[in-house]
């Protein structure tokens, strides 16, 4: 499983959603004039990243369950 490019790919997308999520976090927690500006951005990124890690995970569990 640990060999299988899309199991790591999908581990790295849900490492790169938590870390957009902390991000997003901390600047809420902060306030300021770059959430204001930014804070819709961010989650824009999220989400987007978000899709594409279930979508790598169904995918996995699709393939592993195939074969």
Same mark, same amino acid.
């Given at each position: 499983m640990f060999?299988?490019?899309l199991f790591l790919f999908?581990?790295?997308?849900c490492l790169v959603v938590l870390g957009i999520l902390l991000f997003?976090?901390?600047t809420?927690?902060?306030g300021g004039e770059f959430n204001k *500006? !930014?804070? !819709?951005k961010i989650? *824009?990124? *999220?989400l987007g990243v978000?899709?594409?890690?279930?979508?790598?995970? $169904?995918a996995f $569990?699709?393939?592993r369950s195939v074969s």
């Open positions: 060999s299988d490019p999908a581990t790295v997308a997003g976090i901390a809420f927690a902060k *500006r !930014n804070a !819709n989650m *824009r990124w *999220r978000q899709f594409v890690a279930v979508v790598a995970i $169904a $569990a699709w393939l």
